[in-house]
């Protein structure tokens, strides 16, 4: 009985190989099959993502100090002040950023929201920024009250403007649009 069941299984393994060998001659047409429908449909989402990603990266400036960038051997440089509590902070643009300028900032008035109004003095102004050449800046913070600040052009054309201040509680440093 046993021999008999092993003689049905082989029988079947054999005709299975036998008849998954003989494929048919596909016809081939020029449209693509549905993995490649599906590739090409990631491929496009994918250059998709890409394009809205370039047209925000134009719209970017970020910030840190200059120590824990390793990256930059071409930068800018640009000193408000120097003393014995200055930092060297760096500026950097994700895509190329225009009209920028670093500033100093007065406050002169705060709403009953807690809304600030700044008087701002340009210190240092860029036609463009670049990813390739960032801006270092060498400054002082005195107190907690914002006194530095940033302003450019994003890939709209849109005036942005930030703070330049450092976290009470971890010590990065913060831009804050105004």
């Given at each position: ?14 005709i ?16 693509p ?118 302003s ?18 971890d ?8």
């Amino acid at each position: 009985m046993k021999a008999r069941f092993f003689s049905a299984v082989l029988i079947i393994a054999v005709i299975i190989t036998v008849f998954s060998g003989c494929n048919k001659p596909e016809e081939h047409d020029d449209s693509p099959s549905d993995v490649q429908t599906t590739i090409m449909n990631q491929i496009d989402k994918t250059t998709e993502s890409s394009s809205e990603t370039e047209i925000s990266k134009e719209s970017k400036i970020t910030v840190d100090y200059s120590e824990n960038i390793n990256n930059y051997s071409d930068y800018i440089s640009f000193t408000v002040d120097e003393t014995a509590d200055s930092t060297k902070l760096i500026f950097m643009s994700e895509g190329i950023v225009t009209d920028f300028s670093f500033l100093s900032l007065s406050i002169t008035d705060v709403d009953e929201d807690g809304n600030v109004t700044f008087d701002t003095e340009s210190l240092y102004n860029l036609d463009i920024l670049t990813e390739e050449k960032p801006l270092e800046v060498t400054l002082t913070f005195y107190g907690d009250s914002p006194a530095y600040g940033i302003s450019y052009k994003d890939a709209q054309g849109v005036t942005k403007n930030y703070t330049v201040t450092i976290s009470g509680e971890d010590g990065s440093v913060i831009l804050t649009e105004f």
